[in-house]
Structures are given as structure tokens and as C-alpha cells.
């Protein structure tokens, strides 16, 4: 059996493109949210966006783009295919304008 190198969802930086692998869960909810959505094994999507402090995720998906919290996002686990750079904030300014 081949080897699958997946990692749950909530650990992908943002600007990734990932393939969900398996879904972790037996709460019949989450399973029936997720699978009204379309994250089911094989299918492929690109994480826009994270929220710092464990908000909610971005994903870019066909036909709609869908936003999913972080206790779901742990659940769903993927194939990160091409690993994007994460959130990156604007350099803070100091009271005189200038960057630190």
C-alpha cells in the first residue's frame, strides 16, 4: 500500500494548493457538513486565507469558495502539493511613519 504524506488541514499555510486525503472524525455533523461541502478524499482545492488566533480558513474550490472554522479544519487532512508562504502581515510603521 502506498504511503500517503498528509498532515491535518489546520497546520497549511495559506497560498497552499492541497488535495484532502482523509477525513478524521465520527461526530455524523461534522462528517455530513463536510461532505455537503465537498471536501471529500480527492478533492483538490487552494487555501486562500487563515485567521491568526485559530479563525476561520479560506478555501478556494469549484464551483464555490468556502470558509470553514479551525476545530473543522483539524479534521480534514491533505496532500499539500505546492506549499504557499502563509499570511503575510504589512511591516508594523513607528509614530514617525517609518517601518521596523
Not at 478533492?43 to 469549484?62: D, I, N, V, W
Not at 468556502?66 to 513607528?94: A, D, F, M, Q, R
Request: glycine share 8%; hydrophobic share 30%.
Amino acid at each position: 500500500m502506498p504511503q500517503v504524506k498528509d498532515e491535518p488541514l489546520a497546520n497549511v499555510p495559506s497560498g497552499s494548493d492541497c488535495i484532502v486525503s482523509r477525513v478524521r472524525t465520527h461526530d455524523m455533523d461534522k462528517l455530513r457538513y463536510i461532505a455537503e461541502v465537498g471536501l471529500t478524499p480527492g478533492t483538490p482545492f487552494h487555501l486562500l486565507s487563515c485567521a491568526p488566533f485559530k479563525g476561520p480558513l479560506r478555501l478556494e474550490m469549484k464551483p464555490h469558495d468556502h470558509i470553514i472554522g479551525y476545530e473543522l479544519s483539524e479534521s480534514i487532512w491533505v496532500e499539500v502539493k505546492k506549499k504557499g508562504e502563509g499570511n503575510k502581515l504589512p511591516p508594523l510603521k513607528t509614530a514617525y511613519g517609518k517601518s521596523n
